[in-house]
């Protein structure tokens, strides 16, 4: 059983960072797919980024790109996504997923484990 915890999320303006972070244990972190999701009130889940479990590919949500970063470090069992220019429409509680594969994807069914979210305010 594979427990995640995110953690950074807060309230920030138009244009600021955020980078959030999800611990993993309970299980072998270099052999779980992660991926970040997000869901705004009254909205479903949204696919935001995925990364493999060897950190070398990565996949995106189309209107992240070039401003979201994934990124993982499998000695400390965290994931990370680094989010610049945040805009009003990126709010949203975001979850960290695992899945026991060397590729995650965007699909939410496939993955395995969840985090509890965290919350992401951007005020205009």
């Known amino acids: 059983q594979v427990q995640l915890v995110e953690s950074g999320g807060g309230l920030v303006q138009a244009g600021g960072s955020l980078r959030l972070s999800c611990a993993a244990s309970?299980?072998?972190?270099?052999?779980?797919?992660m991926g970040w999701f997000r869901q705004a009130p009254g909205k479903e889940r949204q696919f935001v980024a995925t990364?493999?479990?060897?950190?070398?590919?990565?996949y995106y949500l189309d209107s992240v790109k070039g401003r979201f970063t994934i990124s993982r470090d499998n000695t400390k069992n965290t994931v990370y996504l680094q989010m610049n220019s945040l805009k009003p429409e990126d709010t949203a509680v975001y979850y960290c997923?695992?899945?026991?594969?060397?590729?995650?994807?965007?699909?939410?069914?496939?993955?395995?484990?969840w985090g509890q979210g965290t919350q992401v305010t951007v005020s205009s």
């Open positions: 997923a695992a899945r026991r594969a060397a590729v995650s994807g965007s699909d939410s069914a496939v993955y395995d484990y």
């Open positions: 990364i493999s479990w060897s950190g070398g590919s990565t």
């Open positions: 309970g299980g072998t972190f270099s052999r779980y797919g």
